[in-house]
């Protein structure tokens, strides 16, 4: 499988990262091709990035709006 390298994915900021700091970015276009929802940390976007499943990252994102991780 070939896949697109960390600066060719076209990053998302997530819509619940506030501006403290707290910011997650992912690849959403890498799903269609790959079945990976890439994801890394915002503040470093030259470091290592998470690479999910799609259904693995919509039961993350599901359980981010249920609160159930709750806050830090």
Known sequence: MTTASLSERQW???S???NGGSCVEWAPHTASTTGLVPVRDSKNTTGPALNLRADVFSTFV???KAGDFGTV
């Open 16 to 18: 619940y990262s506030n």
């Open 12 to 14: 998302v900021k997530s």
């Open 62 to 64: 599901t359980g981010i």
